[in-house]
């Protein structure tokens, strides 16, 4: 089993800035690909970002490709996710996943809580 506990979230105004943090425990933390994904009121879940275990290979949304930046830190069991100019469409929780490698919610074992990141125009 795998823990997940996300924090970070807040609100800031278009244009601002977050840093995401997921922090993992339970099994290795370094042998899985882990991802952020995203799910506004009314609206299914969006894959936002991946990254492999080794943290070489990643993949973004088109929507947020040059602004967010996933990375990850073996040592301390963290995942993050940093945001850049964002947008009011941005607005979501934002949900930290493990256990898989790509955009599907299907290839994800376990899910953390969720933080909720609001942007105000």
């Known amino acids: 089993q795998v823990q997940l506990v996300e924090s970070g979230g807040r609100l800031v105004q278009a244009g601002g800035s977050l840093r995401l943090s997921c922090a993992a425990s339970?099994?290795?933390?370094?042998?899985?690909?882990m991802g952020w994904f995203r799910q506004a009121p009314g609206k299914e879940r969006e894959f936002v970002a991946t990254?492999?275990?080794?943290?070489?290979?990643?993949i973004y949304a088109d929507s947020v490709k040059g602004r967010f930046t996933i990375s990850r830190d073996n040592a301390k069991n963290t995942l993050y996710l940093q945001m850049n100019s964002l947008k009011p469409e941005d607005t979501a929780i934002y949900i930290c996943?493990?256990?898989?490698?790509?955009?599907?919610?299907?290839?994800?074992?376990?899910w953390g809580q969720g933080t909720q990141v609001t942007v105000s125009s």
């Open positions: 990254i492999r275990w080794s943290g070489i290979q990643t």
């Open positions: 996943a493990a256990g898989g490698f790509g955009l599907s919610v299907t290839e994800y074992n376990y």
């Open positions: 339970g099994r290795t933390f370094s042998s899985y690909g």
